[in-house]
C-alpha cells in the first residue's frame, strides 16, 4: 500500500486520504478541509459495500465469477476524480490526472 504522500505526488492530486470499512476517516493529506474528507470516507466505504453486495449477488444468481474480491473503484466528473484501493482514496482534477499512472502506484505493493 502506497503513503498518502506517494498518491499526493501523482499528476492532478490535491487529497488523499485513509478509510476504515466502517467509514471512518484516517489520515489526511492535500487540500481538503476535514469535513469534506469525512464525507470522503463515509462515501468510499459504502459504496466499496455496496458493490461488494451487487457483486456477491450477481455471481450467486448468474454463476458468473471474477467480480470479487473487490479491489477499486473510481467516481468520474468533468472536472474530478475520486479513485480508492483498499482503504485509500485520492481526489484529483480530471484533467491532469493519469489513470494508469494511479492504478500502478495503488498496486506497486500488492
Not at 29 to 40: P, T
Request: aromatic residues 12%; hydrophobic residues 45%.
Amino acid at each position: 500500500m502506497p503513503t498518502l504522500d506517494q498518491l499526493m505526488s501523482l499528476p492532478g492530486v490535491y487529497g488523499a486520504i485513509e478509510f476504515s470499512c466502517k467509514g471512518e476517516l484516517g489520515e489526511m493529506r492535500g487540500e481538503i478541509d476535514k469535513e469534506f474528507a469525512e464525507l470522503v470516507a463515509q462515501m468510499c466505504a459504502a459504496n466499496v459495500a455496496i458493490y461488494r453486495m451487487q457483486a456477491t449477488g450477481w455471481s450467486k444468481y448468474t454463476d458468473q465469477r471474477g467480480f470479487l474480491p473487490e479491489r477499486g473503484f473510481a467516481f468520474l466528473s468533468l472536472d474530478h476524480v475520486m479513485m480508492g484501493m483498499g482503504s485509500q482514496a485520492i481526489l484529483a482534477h480530471a484533467k491532469d490526472f493519469d489513470y494508469d499512472r494511479a492504478y500502478t502506484v495503488f498496486n506497486e505493493n500488492v
